[in-house]
């Protein structure tokens, strides 16, 4: 792999970490655990911008970890179920200390 290679590579692991640490930090698993939900609703449920939280989840579609099955309305993946709320609260929890959890 070449080294302009190699770093992009890294760019991009690092996006797709901070996308899942943001998803954990408002907890967009939990929310999505028992049922598919507007991003209106989750926003409400997740206290956060609706226009934010739409580019979050649009973003964790790509990654497989929510879908959208109809416009506006999302839901988890299988990938997304893995008790994935538990797992990424750890990781971001030993990732950075200091966020008071």
Same mark, same amino acid.
């Given at each position: 792999?070449?080294?302009? +290679?190699?770093l992009?590579?890294?760019?991009?692991?690092?996006?797709?970490? +901070?996308?899942?640490?943001?998803a !954990?930090?408002?907890?967009? !698993?939990? !929310?999505?655990?028992?049922?598919? %939900? $507007? &991003?209106?609703?989750?926003a409400?449920?997740?206290? &956060?911008?609706? @226009? $934010?939280?739409?580019?979050?989840? +649009? !973003?964790? %579609? %790509?990654? =497989?970890? &929510? %879908? =959208? @099955?109809? +416009?506006g309305?999302?839901?988890?993946?299988?990938?997304?179920?893995?008790?994935?709320s538990?797992f990424?609260?750890?990781?971001?929890?030993?990732? #950075?200390?200091? #966020?008071?959890?």
């Amino acid at each position: 792999m070449s080294a302009r +290679r190699a770093l992009i590579s890294t760019a991009k692991a690092y996006m797709r970490s +901070r996308i899942l640490a943001c998803a !954990a930090q408002i907890g967009i !698993a939990d !929310a999505l655990k028992d049922a598919e %939900c $507007s &991003v209106e609703d989750l926003a409400s449920t997740c206290r &956060v911008d609706i @226009p $934010s939280l739409h580019r979050l989840l +649009r !973003a964790l %579609c %790509c990654l =497989e970890i &929510v %879908c =959208e @099955p109809q +416009r506006g309305i999302f839901a988890l993946t299988e990938k997304g179920q893995l008790d994935l709320s538990r797992f990424l609260r750890q990781t971001v929890k030993t990732q #950075n200390p200091s #966020n008071g959890e």
